[in-house]
Each structure stands twice: as C-alpha cells, then as structure tokens.
C-alpha cells in the first residue's frame, strides 16, 4: 500500500514539472512516505530521515508522509530538525492540493517524463475499522472509505493507457469494499469487462469477510489471478480471539477448503505474528500445525511488536524477545520448507507468465510471475516486458521457477 501511495506522489509531482533527481545528494525535494505497522518499520525510517538530512543539499525540502508521519507529527521535526513538513496519512486525500500549494514557492515549468511498469496497484478504499488489537493502522490511516465504482474504473482505463497489463487493487480488507451496493466480486465483474486488461490481482482478504461468492466469481473470472493473501495471524482460538480477529482456527481452514474447492490450483499467501501478549509454546505450536496444514506458498512472518495506543498494548507483552525472535525462526523455517516443495512441484507444469522486466544483470533473461504469485526466469531472445507467454517450468531454485517457453 505504501508502494502504491508513493507512485501516486510521484506521478503527482511529475504531472507538475518535476522529475527524478539521479541520487538524494542532487535532489531539490526528498520525500520519505514511512509505515508505523511495526517498531522496527518507524526505526529504519527515522534512521532514513536522519541520513538524509545529512547528505541533502542545504536548499533542498525534505518532507516526510504516510502512518509514522499521521501517528508522530511535528515530533519528527523536533526530533530532526531539517524535516520542513510533515504529511500524515489521513492527509492523503488532499495531497494534490498539498502538493500544489508547496510547489508553487518553487517555479517548476518542464514537464517531466512518467514511466510505467506493466504491473502497477490501485487502491480502492482507504483505512480501516476491524480494530484488531494489535494494529495501529485504524488509528493512523482512519476509518474505512470506499473509493466509487466510476474513479476506480477512470483509473483502470488511464492505466491501460500508459501500458500497464496487471492491476493490483488494493485495500485493508478488499472483501468490506462497497460503494452504494456494489460491493467487491461486483466491482472484480466491472472491471473484468475492460479491454486491454490482462489481470487483475487484490489485497488483503480478511477471513472473516471472505465469501463464498468471491471465490465463485474469482473461478468465473479468467482475468482474475489465481492468488489469494488471506492472514490468519496465529493457530490459536485463545489468540486469535484476543487479536479480535472474529474467526476461529476451524473457520480459516474452512475457507482455505472452500478456495481449493473452486481453485485447485491457487495460490495461497498469508500473514503470521508470534510471540503475542501471553502466547504459549502450546499456542505457538497451534500456528506450527496450521501453517504445516494449510500449504502456504508464501508467509509474511513477524515478531509481535507493541504499538502504542491499541488495545494490545495495554496488554503485558511478556514474552522476551529471545523467546519471539527463536519462535519466528522456527516458523520461517517450516515454512521456507513448504515454500521449495511447492516451487519444486511445479516442475514440469505449464505456467501463464506475465514479464514485467528484464533481470538486470543479464540480457536475454525475463523475470515476471505466474497467474499465481510465484516469481519466474525465462531464458528468451525475443521477449518484452508486457508479454504474457506459455512457459513450462524447467527446474526451481527454491524461490523462483526457471522456465523455458513453449513453442
Ligand atoms: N489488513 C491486513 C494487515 C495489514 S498490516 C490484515 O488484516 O490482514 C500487515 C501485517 O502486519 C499484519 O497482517 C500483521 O501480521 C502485521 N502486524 C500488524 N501489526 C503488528 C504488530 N503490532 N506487531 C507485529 N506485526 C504486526
Ligand atoms: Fe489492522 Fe486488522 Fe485492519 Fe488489517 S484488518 S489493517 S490487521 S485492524
């Protein structure tokens, strides 16, 4: 999400006149769009800002934007005095205007040159109001809005336009998207109608909202991608329930049974955090047997951090650091496991691979990936980014398909 928030400052500031400066030291703006998801996100952040004021130019703005800039404000600039503004994310609805009130001290007049992959995300609602009580993110990025039917199909065609071929769309639970009625397999339908679009891809799925009709329609939808990130967070009802996260380990299974049923061949991706206020070895173990039966093809892994101002940290976060840095350890273990097996089942198979660049190092190869969500390498002379080619799965490296196209 904060990849698809800087594109769109980005384009914004290119749309004006400006365009990429060749390193921070030439830049005449800096701009550092920061998450405040975890502690660890914040700290790599500010340590950013930090080098950054360091080595910019004395004329040249620094702004910071996004969660840790909405959840801190002014402090970043007493902490780091060279930060000249500080954009918070429940902000980003009027970074035009932000933008254009900023730029017009500065006369930039040369329009600058926008480039765009094949691959690119729209977001199409904004905050959040699940309330799980660990995250920050309702706190920092408000209440849940969903963006209307018509911005988003504008925004698809003008996408199209400049050579994009796959959408990513992109919200804190896609499955709670509704704008008067339309709700989120509706909107897929819409969108699936538009020529020139090869696929489409969505983000994050929360379990409890993640219907049976969204998966029929993903099955009656060709365009759609066979990929669906659903977090589970923890294996343990006693856990989860404290997350708040309104569903029990039996209820994920289900749904992870009922996406199978109708996408045999789908990928499936998931978050996991260990080391929660008061979780067990027992109740770490429950997460070890879920992720051994629901044959992840990727997990996102985290070490529980505390975020000030949810209801969890309230909560004594007793488990000692050690203790949460060996249980996540464990898991990324298993599940790397898992994650080769899959890669290496794959061998032989037929795959629909979408290129979105060359690798850099070399020329004749292409990298992209499946109509899952697997990374490829095809080995090809005539190739370009954009192309969507029948590949056959030669051999795996553990985390990406070599692949060798079909005649
Ligand atoms: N909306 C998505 C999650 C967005 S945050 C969902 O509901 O699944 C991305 C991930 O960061 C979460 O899934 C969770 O695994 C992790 N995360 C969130 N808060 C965290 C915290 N306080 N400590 C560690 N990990 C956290
Ligand atoms: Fe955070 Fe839960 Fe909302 Fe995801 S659904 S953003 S984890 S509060």
């Known amino acids: 999400m904060n990849v698809a928030d800087s594109d769109d400052l980005r384009s914004l500031l290119i749309e004006r006149g400006c365009s990429a400066a060749s390193g921070p030291r030439e830049a005449d703006l800096l701009v550092v769009n920061t998450c405040s998801v975890r502690e660890h996100a914040e700290t790599r952040a500010l340590a950013r800002i930090r080098e950054l004021s360091a080595i910019k130019k004395d004329t040249a703005f620094l702004w910071v934007t996004g969660c840790m800039a909405q959840r801190m404000g002014d402090k970043i600039i007493e902490l780091i005095p060279a930060v000249d503004r500080v954009i918070g994310a429940k902000e980003i609805d009027n970074l035009e205007t932000i933008v254009d009130s900023a730029l017009q001290m500065h006369s930039l007049t040369v329009p600058g040159e926008q480039k765009y992959g094949v691959s690119d995300f729209v977001s199409i609602m904004r905050g959040c109001d699940n309330y799980c009580s660990y995250c920050i993110?309702?706190?920092?990025?408000?209440?849940?809005?969903?963006?209307?039917?018509?911005?988003?199909?504008?925004?698809?065609?003008?996408?199209?336009?400049?050579?994009?071929?796959?959408?990513?769309?992109?919200?804190?639970?896609?499955?709670?998207?509704?704008?008067?009625?339309?709700?989120?397999?509706?909107?897929?339908?819409?969108?699936?109608?538009?020529?020139?679009?090869?696929?489409?891809?969505?983000?994050?799925?929360?379990?409890?909202?993640?219907?049976?009709?969204?998966?029929?329609?993903?099955?009656?939808?060709?365009?759609?991608?066979?990929?669906?990130?659903?977090?589970?967070?923890?294996?343990?009802?006693?856990?989860?329930?404290?997350?708040?996260?309104?569903?029990?380990?039996?209820?994920?299974?289900?749904?992870?049974?009922?996406?199978?049923?109708?996408?045999?061949?789908?990928?499936?991706?998931?978050?996991?955090?260990?080391?929660?206020?008061?979780?067990?070895?027992?109740?770490?173990?429950?997460?070890?047997?879920?992720?051994?039966?629901?044959?992840?093809?990727?997990?996102?892994?985290?070490?529980?951090s505390s975020r000030e101002g949810t209801e969890a940290a309230s909560m004594n976060d007793d488990i000692p650091r050690q203790e949460k840095l060996s249980r996540l350890n464990r898991l990324i273990e298993l599940q790397t496991g898992i994650t080769r097996k899959i890669y290496e089942n794959n061998v032989g198979k037929q795959l629909e691979l979408l290129i979105t660049g060359r690798q850099e190092k070399r020329d004749q190869l292409w990298m992209g990936h499946d109509k899952g969500c697997?990374?490829?390498?095809?080995?090809?002379?005539?190739?370009?980014?954009?192309?969507?080619?029948?590949?056959?799965?030669?051999?795996?490296?553990?985390?990406?398909?070599?692949?060798?196209?079909?005649?």
């Open 374 to 407: 697997k990374r490829v390498l095809l080995s090809c002379e005539k190739a370009e980014a954009g192309m969507i080619l029948n590949v056959q799965a030669a051999k795996s490296s553990g985390m990406t398909l070599i692949c060798e196209r079909i005649p």
């Open 137 to 304: 993110v309702p706190y920092v990025r408000g209440h849940e809005k969903s963006i209307p039917v018509d911005l988003l199909e504008k925004a698809v065609h003008r996408k199209i336009s400049r050579g994009v071929k796959e959408i990513t769309f992109l919200g804190q639970n896609v499955n709670s998207y509704n704008d008067n009625g339309t709700d989120f397999p509706d909107l897929l339908r819409r969108v699936h109608c538009i020529d020139g679009l090869e696929r489409i891809r969505f983000t994050t799925s929360h379990p409890k909202d993640c219907s049976e009709k969204l998966i029929s329609t993903m099955a009656s939808l060709p365009k759609i991608c066979r990929h669906v990130h659903l977090p589970v967070q923890a294996g343990s009802d006693r856990v989860l329930q404290m997350m708040n996260r309104r569903y029990t380990s039996d209820q994920y299974l289900q749904k992870i049974d009922m996406i199978r049923r109708y996408l045999p061949d789908a990928d499936i991706t998931t978050d996991i955090m260990v080391g929660f206020p008061s979780e067990t070895e027992q109740e770490f173990r429950d997460t070890i047997s879920l992720v051994s039966r629901a044959c992840f093809t990727n997990a996102f892994m985290f070490a529980y």
